[in-house]
């Protein structure tokens, strides 16, 4: 683990860095700059970062290009981020206390920073907004479904909290629109394999593998040929909902992965997947109080443009 950044957060994101190596008998590199140069030159502009003094030591001072080559020192700089789409929609907390944030998050907004979505997702945001530079999710949400989310004020409260998601002791309700299928008969338990390949979009079914998801699907209302849905998953899968839906013959409304890929511009925000976190449950680890936080959205969920 690195020492203390010395350098602030920027746009809500702590700073990066890089370690040159242990001592060696063969040290190629005369210079800090050499170094950066040959470590840092496919990620940054190495030149115009130490040009304008960007790379910083763990002392907080500029590394100059000329500085002697030294082993096992840590380098901090900010990354220039690429311009984003802002995603429409307001973030609404739900719940605040000291150690504990819960947000009722709009669809099309990431969890966490990640690929495109990096000033544009609930971590980055919210970090600016409530000024809590530690905040930290403490489980996820896909980007295109919208509801609720419980995050970390600070990383010391991190692991009580995030040991209950892992030990599956949270309940999770889930609310969707889809096809009303005649016959389908409900409530039913739907189990199975599902997996994720490197590179591909969709999850998959592994037939005949021993099952590692498990949701229970109930119909809640019939809207003509359509119904409400309410999922109760008992694994946390990627796409598990989207995936046992899918299988129950009622793919959710608006889904652009599922039962085929969509031809969706990452700005498109016109077409909000039917899928909503509506309710968390749970026993506070820190306090034992009994918690329940519940999402202000609906469903038909609108675009908010």
């Not at 590199?29 to 170094?35: L, N, R, S, Y």
């Not at 502009?45 to 907080?60: H, K, N, P, Q």
């Not at 990627?238 to 990452?266: C, E, F, K």
């Amino acid at each position: 683990m690195p020492p203390r950044s010395p350098l602030p957060q920027r746009h809500g994101l702590d700073a990066a860095w890089v370690c040159t190596p242990e001592r060696s008998p063969h040290e190629p590199w005369a210079t800090m700059g050499d170094w950066l140069q040959e470590r840092m030159s496919h990620v940054v502009d190495v030149t115009g970062f130490l040009a304008r003094e960007r790379f910083v030591s763990e002392a907080g001072e500029p590394v100059l290009p000329c500085d002697p080559y030294r082993p096992n020192t840590f380098v901090w700089f900010h990354r220039d981020l690429a311009e984003e789409t802002v995603v429409p929609g307001l973030l609404h907390v739900v719940y605040r206390d000291e150690r504990i944030v819960v947000i009722d998050k709009p669809a099309f907004l990431s969890t966490i920073p990640r690929g495109r979505h990096v000033v544009q997702s609930v971590v980055v945001r919210l970090r600016a907004q409530l000024e809590l530079p530690e905040l930290s999710p403490l489980h996820r949400l896909d980007r295109v479904t919208s509801g609720l989310v419980v995050l970390a004020t600070e990383r010391r409260w991190r692991g009580a909290y995030q040991s209950m998601f892992q030990r599956r002791d949270v309940g999770k309700t889930y609310h969707a629109l889809a096809p009303l299928l005649p016959g389908l008969e409900l409530p039913v338990t739907v189990r199975n394999h599902l997996a994720t390949r490197r590179g591909q979009w969709q999850a998959e079914v592994v037939p005949e593998a021993p099952a590692n998801a498990e949701s229970l699907i109930e119909l809640e209302l019939m809207l003509g040929e359509m119904a409400l849905y309410r999922l109760t998953p008992r694994t946390g899968r990627t796409h598990q909902l989207r995936m046992h839906m899918l299988g129950l013959g009622i793919p959710i409304n608006g889904d652009p992965l599922y039962p085929v890929v969509q031809p969706v511009a990452i700005d498109d925000f016109s077409r909000p997947l039917q899928l909503l976190a509506s309710q968390l449950r749970f026993t506070d680890p820190i306090d034992g109080g009994e918690r329940q936080f519940d999402s202000a959205r609906t469903l038909p969920i609108h675009s908010e443009y």
